[in-house]
């Protein structure tokens, strides 16, 4: 037993079973007397439906999750260049993969009697952008181990590029009066385009940090839920143990009781036939002793 397989083996399991079966899996580790491994286990925590329906995605269509990750890198290495047509192509295709990934995942997870909604779906999409922005998201989404939705952590090209690449690309002809007196109010293209960039860098930075915060936030709420649900687990095991010993030892006063009815009764037998064996002894003792003196007269 090691905790790759292990986790491999809970994470593919529907959320429901996953408590119980990582109890078993502690409890076995603490028989074989590992308990390090029994301790890493224990962390493991229960996968929310979205990251479930993620995790059953990785090990069903492996080939997809290649697809999306190399499109991942094709977008950065797109956004990092600034190459506008090719990103507005690539993030064409992005969005049109995450939705078909997204509705795949929850097809999966119909099938294996789960049935998921918008919300579980939504948060799937929201893991497959991340898993396109960020290659650490990527590689965690391909362990199949997700517990929770994965969330962009860095600011990533969206649709907004393609449409403030194509404002002001339908200027008119310079004789028409109404265009010139229109193109005198307009700001320069890459002024205002720098402007939109550094308005869109603070919103997203601003986005990140409350994501950030509400992430933590989260992950505190989740590692006191999983004490609490460790601490719950290992009072019921306890309970158990502890039930069955008294169990045991009821058994064991019910059959102590039998055995000291039947020896008593067992005594009360042999005391009556002792003393009707004396009183014969007596009485044949006493005929002797008559006879005896019947013969000395």
Excluded: C
């Excluded at 996953?18 to 229960?46: D, N, S």
């Excluded at 439906?49 to 090990?59: H, M």
């Excluded at 064991?252 to 004396?278: G, H, I, L, W």
């Amino acid at each position: 037993m090691d905790l790759e397989s292990v986790a491999d083996e809970l994470y593919a399991l529907p959320p429901g079973e996953f408590t119980a079966a990582r109890g078993r899996h502690v409890a076995a580790a603490r028989t074989a007397r590992e308990p390090a491994l029994a301790k890493q286990i224990a962390a493991l925590r229960r996968p929310t439906l979205a990251a479930w329906a993620g995790n059953l995605l990785v090990r069903s269509a492996p080939e997809q999750v290649d697809a999306l990750r190399r499109l991942g890198e094709g977008l950065r290495a797109a956004q990092d260049r600034l190459a506008g047509e090719e990103l507005r192509e690539l993030t064409r295709q992005r969005n049109a993969l995450v939705a078909e990934l997204a509705r795949e995942a929850r097809r999966l997870a119909a099938e294996a009697g789960q049935p998921v909604g918008d919300a579980v779906q939504h948060e799937v999409e929201t893991t497959l952008h991340a898993v396109l922005a960020d290659p650490d998201a990527a590689r965690e989404w391909a362990a199949g181990h997700l517990a929770k939705p994965l969330t962009v952590r860095s600011g990533f090209p969206g649709t907004t590029a393609s449409s403030t690449a194509t404002s002001g690309s339908t200027s008119a002809p310079a004789s028409r009066p109404a265009r010139r007196r229109h193109l005198k109010v307009v700001r320069d293209p890459g002024k205002a385009r720098a402007e939109e960039l550094t308005r869109a860098r603070k919103e997203a930075k601003a986005a990140e940090r409350e994501a950030r915060d509400r992430d933590k936030a989260l992950h505190q709420d989740e590692s006191r839920r999983d004490a609490a649900e460790s601490r719950l687990e290992e009072a019921a095991a306890r309970v158990a143990e502890l039930t069955g010993q008294l169990r045991a030892a009821e058994k064991a006063e019910t059959q102590a009781r039998e055995a000291f009815a039947k020896a008593r009764r067992a005594v009360t037998a042999t005391t009556r036939a002792t003393r009707e064996s004396r009183r014969a002894a007596d009485r044949a003792a006493a005929k002797v002793a008559d006879l005896e003196a019947e013969t000395d007269t």
